[in-house]
């Protein structure tokens, strides 16, 4: 069975800077794509940033992607989102997910598997 953990939320300043993680285990995800998500209160769940593993291509949501970057540890099987300059509606639920499609989609229809989230909270 494919698990996803996240971690690294927390309470943060407007400025700050904050990287979460996702631990992928249960199967190999070597042709697959990972992805991060977030879901404010009341709001749709929003695509951030997708990585492929293999290859290492990514695909940013045009918002974030000054201020955010995916990576990937082949080694840990685990996928990062760095978040720089975080603003006080970046407040949400951040969700990773895993595709076993090869390229990382901005659609949540297309990805297979969902941590529990983690709870970012920017502060003004």
């Known amino acids: 069975q494919v698990q996803l953990v996240e971690s690294g939320g927390g309470l943060v300043q407007v400025g700050d800077s904050l990287r979460v993680s996702c631990a992928v285990s249960?199967?190999?995800?070597?042709?697959?794509?990972m992805g991060w998500f977030r879901q404010a209160p009341g709001k749709e769940r929003e695509f951030l940033a997708g990585i492929s593993w293999n290859s290492g291509t990514t695909n940013y949501a045009e918002s974030v992607k000054a201020r955010f970057t995916i990576s990937t540890d082949n080694a840990k099987n685990t996928v990062y989102l760095q978040m720089n300059s975080l603003k006080s509606e970046d407040t949400a639920v951040y969700y990773c997910?895993?595709?076993?499609?090869?390229?990382?989609?901005?659609?949540?229809?297309?990805?297979?598997?969902w941590g529990q989230g983690t709870q970012v909270t920017v502060s003004s």
């Open positions: 997910a895993a595709s076993e499609a090869p390229f990382p989609s901005q659609r949540k229809y297309d990805y297979d598997y």
């Open positions: 249960g199967r190999s995800f070597r042709t697959s794509a």
